[in-house]
C-alpha cells in the first residue's frame, strides 16, 4: 500500500536516500497489539557540510532582507485587510 507514497518520494522528489522510514504499531488499552500503524519518515541528514549551512544561511538572510527592505508584513497585512 505504500508503494505509490515512495515511488513519488523517490522519483519525484529524489528523497529515497535522505529518509529513515519507522513503523510504530499501536496498542489497545490493555497492551495488546492492533493492526492500526503508524508510519513515519524522518529526515536523515547524511552530511551537514560547511556549504550547506552557509548556503542555508544565505537563503534565509536574503529572505529576511526583502522583507526588512520592502516592508513585506506591512504591505501583506494592508492587502489581506483591504480584501475583508
Request: charged content about 20%; aromatic content about 16%; some cysteine.
Amino acid at each position: 500500500m505504500l508503494n505509490p507514497l515512495h515511488r513519488y518520494l523517490d522519483e519525484e522528489l529524489g528523497f529515497a536516500g535522505n529518509l529513515a522510514c519507522e513503523f510504530n504499531q499501536f496498542e489497545d488499552e490493555e497492551g495488546n497489539p492492533t493492526l492500526s500503524y503508524l508510519i513515519v519518515y524522518r529526515f536523515i541528514f547524511e552530511k551537514l557540510s560547511l556549504k550547506w549551512i552557509i548556503n542555508f544561511l544565505l537563503k534565509i538572510g536574503i529572505l529576511v532582507f526583502l522583507i526588512i527592505k520592502f516592508d513585506l508584513i506591512t504591505q501583506l497585512y494592508t492587502w489581506l485587510s483591504s480584501l475583508i
